[in-house]
């Protein structure tokens, strides 16, 4: 049995926490995708929901299939959460050891090389399915995708 019913999440709710699995407003064919909070932060421009996507249908030439069903890690604000989580699913999902995405996350940010999305989730994949198939080619030259990722101050 659900959770929570109905739209999306309430300030009436549980507050975020990790092990929550939700369902999100995803994109077309995604619908049986879900987010996964696996850490939730005090950061200083607020609340912060790291969490993992699975079930998805992100169009990546660099995987064997051609297809990626999961992001291990994507840091967003709580708010931008709040806009797209849409039912609580399970409490007390595992969380996956490998925190590997997120340790890396966290030292580009203290760096000052990385932020958090503000983007609903939906919109957040396809930004990064765009942004791997404009690069695929030059990726596959490379070792690694850091140029794919990295932050850019553009005037």
Partial sequence: MPL???GPYSKHMTPFAPGQR????????EDTSTALILKREELPGGPVLHVQLD???LHN???PSGLQ????HLPLTEAAAQACLTELIDAHAAIPTDQSG???WRSAFDAGEAGVF?????EIVGVLEG???ANAEAMKTHSDTAGLFEKRNLK
């Fill in 102 to 104: 997120y340790q890396q």
């Fill in 4 to 6: 929570l019913h109905g």
């Fill in 61 to 63: 030439p660099l995987t």
């Fill in 69 to 72: 069903t999961e992001l291990g």
């Fill in 118 to 122: 503000t983007l609903p989730l939906a």
């Fill in 55 to 57: 079930g998805l249908r």
């Fill in 22 to 29: 939700w369902t999100y407003r995803t994109r077309p064919g």
């Fill in 131 to 133: 942004a791997i198939s």
